[in-house]
């Protein structure tokens, strides 16, 4: 099969098109034909050197969907001709870690994260989920990163009618903002530095949308009525927490969805005085990644929105490289 190599950082493409050995299934697994994989922050992140990168000779990508074609002698699950997505790993279903639906902190589990930019991957039966026959294939390669929104909002436990900022309106701030919308959220506001995907913001939920800058502390207030009660940081650099530390009202809660990798410096005492909660939410449980798949659809909002640009796989390389410089681009989907 073909895949996308990551061959290291600081290259002038991080990642080679390579011809591999076809993947087989063990007895718990699923051979997934991949019909279309996202490319995530995080992939680009992982793969530029900064501390946090992937091994050399990974196979990345896990915003994936696509078709099974053969399954293990142990599978029940699934068949052949099932549409499914993968989760980043398969809990063990026995440890604190699974009995609080969180099967990526399970010691005992198996790891699928990655493999969608391949023709070919490799799950274990318990981590993929099948999709409704409502939904394509690109609604399915949109699973994942949906499903990082619905966790963060599930974590933030929206008071009905709550004010909310998002602050970011990449794939997870527009992920947050749809879930927000749906799970209880009164006003929202979204904010970024650029302007770009403000109608894309306001389509996915979005009340408003204010500029970062100068007078954003102002802005905000005057769009949501008040400082909001949750601040969802979705952007992962630094400075957003002390940023969004100041945004949010007295008592209020934080929740950085970002993932910032590096340290990033807060005032503690600011906090202090208005009593914010902060949380650090990653994935989500096998539950929530099922009910996206389920309702994803439902409304009148369609999430496929996010998807901006088309690749193949073998202008992944290219692509990838692109999108580390300022761009135009929100959700980009590698097609096999």
């Known amino acids: 099969m073909k895949a996308a190599v990551f061959k290291g950082p600081n290259r002038a493409q991080a990642l080679k098109i390579e011809t ?33 990168d992937f091994p050399v000779g990974s196979v990345l990508g896990h915003e994936f969907a ?71 294939i690109a609604d399915g390669a949109l699973v994942e990163p949906l499903a990082i929104g619905m966790h963060g909002v599930a974590m933030a436990n929206i008071r ?12 997870v701030g527009l992920a947050t903002i749809f879930w927000a919308r749906r799970l209880g959220a009164g006003r929202i506001v979204a904010a970024s530095r650029s302007l770009a995907r403000a109608p894309m913001a306001l389509a996915m939920g979005a009340d408003a949308f204010v500029q970062t800058g100068p007078d954003e502390l102002g802005d905000v207030i005057e769009a949501l009525g008040n400082s909001p009660e949750i601040v969802f940081e979705c952007v992962g650099a630094t400075g957003l927490l002390e940023q969004s530390i100041n945004h949010v009202a007295v008592f209020g809660q934080v929740v950085s969805l970002g993932f910032c990798t590096v340290p990033d410096a807060i005032v503690p005492a600011t906090a202090a005085f208005k009593q914010v ?17 389920d309702i994803m659809l439902a409304g009148t909002v369609d999430p496929k929105m996010m998807i901006t640009s088309e690749v193949s796989l073998d202008d992944l390389p290219a692509t990838f490289e692109q999108l580390r410089s300022s761009n135009d681009q929100t959700k980009v989907h590698v097609v096999m």
Not at 28 to 51: A, F, Q
Not at 277 to 293: D, G, H, K, N
């Open 20 to 52: 591999l050995k076809d993947p087989l299934p063990g007895p718990k697994d699923l051979l997934v034909k991949v019909g279309r994989c996202g490319i995530c922050g995080t992939d680009l992140h992982m793969t530029s050197g900064h501390g946090w």
């Open 66 to 136: 696509g078709e099974v074609v053969a399954v293990g002698r142990d599978v029940e699950r699934h068949r052949v001709g099932d549409l499914v997505s993968g989760m980043a790993k398969a809990g063990c279903g026995a440890c604190e870690a699974c009995f609080r639906g969180l099967p990526l902190f399970c010691p005992n589990g198996v790891m699928t994260l990655g493999g969608g930019f391949g023709q070919y991957v490799c799950i274990h039966d318990r981590a993929a989920t099948r999709l409704p026959s409502t939904l394509s």
């Open 160 to 171: 009905l009618g709550a004010k909310v900022l998002v602050i970011g309106a990449g794939s």
């Open 277 to 293: 909660r902060i949380c650090f939410p990653l994935t989500y449980s096998p539950e929530e990644f099922e009910r996206v798949a």
